[in-house]
């Protein structure tokens, strides 16, 4: 079964909020994290990455926070625009060349 | 930065046919591919690991002698759904994996509609 889920399957905001996207997962042995967007039809677009080491890494608008304490990942996204509407899977890797585990998947609706 | 293409992107077949699809790396060798198919509304779902040169390793409850992968190149691995039915209607995607964690990419996806 899946051992990466995510809280919250829907998330509504206005143009210009700030958006949290949370994911939970369950093997402490993962030791790297990434962040998907997937806009429909299409296939899932990297947005970030995390390594175990790190509690915090930030991009362009994008920040992704590790908590390995409780098992918990989070995407944040400044300035949520319309273009970021999309559904938002948060990944885990325990190896290189071995298979990234899915989350459910977080569809983020973003109105003007 | 790094691409993987797939195709082709769209294929209606007829019932009881074999499709196939080819997921390529373009400009980076990819040691390991994975095969995923998503249903409408749902996330990813593992289908099989492959390494160049070898044989797939398929998830628990995927048929091995439908959903036949090769991965004879480092930039080439394809997937054959054969005598596909109705419920095979899926989007396949791929993803390309190097050595590194963080070299791997997907492809932008297959939809296959069985009629």
């Known amino acids: 079964g899946e051992s990466v889920g995510l809280h919250l399957p829907t998330l509504s905001v206005q143009e210009g909020d700030n958006s949290i996207i949370n994911c939970a997962y369950s093997?402490?042995?993962?030791?790297?994290f990434i962040w998907y967007k997937q806009e429909s039809g299409k296939g899932p677009q990297f947005i970030i990455d995390?390594?175990?080491?790190?509690d915090k890494r930030q991009g362009q608008r994008v920040t992704v926070l590790l908590n390995k304490t409780v098992k918990h990942l989070s995407l944040q996204i400044a300035a949520t625009q319309p273009g970021d509407s999309a559904v938002y899977f948060c990944?885990?890797?325990?190896?290189?060349?071995?298979?990234?585990?899915f989350g459910k998947g977080t569809t983020l609706s973003v109105s003007s | 930065g790094a691409v993987v293409s797939q195709h082709p992107s769209w294929v209606i077949c007829k019932s009881g046919t074999s499709v196939k699809i080819e997921c390529r790396s373009l400009?980076?060798?990819?040691?390991?591919m994975f095969w995923y198919r998503q249903f409408p509304k749902q996330s990813l779902m593992l289908m099989a690991t492959?390494?160049?040169?070898?044989?797939?390793?398929?998830e628990q409850g995927v048929e091995k002698d439908k959903f036949l992968i090769n991965h004879a190149s480092l930039t080439l691995s394809t997937l054959t759904v054969t005598s596909a039915h109705p419920e095979d209607s899926s989007f396949y995607i791929c993803?390309?994996?190097?050595?590194?964690?963080?070299?791997?990419?997907f492809g932008p996806g297959t939809r296959l509609l069985v009629l």
């Open positions: 990944a885990e890797n325990i190896q290189a060349g071995t298979a990234l585990i």
């Open positions: 093997n402490s042995a993962s030791d790297y």
């Open positions: 995390i390594r175990s080491n790190m």
């Open positions: 400009d980076f060798q990819a040691t390991t």
């Open positions: 492959s390494n160049e040169g070898s044989k797939a390793t398929y």
């Open positions: 993803r390309a994996s190097g050595p590194l964690q963080e070299t791997q990419y």
